[in-house]
């Protein structure tokens, strides 16, 4: 299936802040000498999470400009462009990416093992299952079909490109992004606030 992601730094940091809570939770389990099944979603959670954070744009730009000795990726990411509003705002970008049902799967019941245990964060910090449950709730957020296939055309054409939105696929646009804000910021006025002045 294919989700619509966000060309977004507060997605991104969040996503790739699962890596260290999966590890160390695969670490302790795999050093208590006992082969449980928690271990097994965890193993799974994470071959997932890679699998999805390689297909990522900003993985990808990272990848390229800060990391050319790791070998790439199997799948390449998707071409970069650029959109726009009917009224010529540059808006940021969504990329579809293909990810397979077993993945979301395997993140899901991690997600479900995680959920309401744990010790208390820090103060000012979240949940690890509050942020795993903000990720996962963007991969499962449903695209609009009409934009997911303006998207996927301009991803088949294998080279940056400048998009132009028509209004109707704009308002989709919006409305799906502001879903995505709300997933990701919702919970603290400020962050709300500076991360929707990205998309609106």
Known sequence: MYVLVPDDPVFYAKFQSL?????????????????????????????????????????????????????????????????????????????????????????????????????????????VDDVFRRVMDVLLLPPPPGLLNILRFVGSQGIALSVTLPTEHEREYQRFCEEIVTILSSGDTFAYRSHRAMYL
């Open 19 to 127: 890596e260290e809570p999966l590890l160390r939770h695969l670490y302790r389990l795999h050093h208590s000498g006992a082969d449980s099944d928690d271990e097994r979603v965890i193993s799974d959670a994470y071959d997932s999470w890679v699998q999805v954070l390689l297909k990522l744009p900003l993985w990808a730009r990272w990848h390229t400009e800060d990391a050319p000795a790791v070998p790439a990726p199997a799948e390449p990411p998707p071409p970069r462009y650029t959109l726009y509003s009917m009224r010529g705002d540059q808006l940021t970008s969504l990329y579809p990416i293909e990810v397979t049902a077993v993945d979301l799967g395997h993140l899901t019941a991690c997600l479900d093992l995680f959920a309401g245990t744990g010790p208390e964060p820090p103060y000012g910090e979240e949940r």
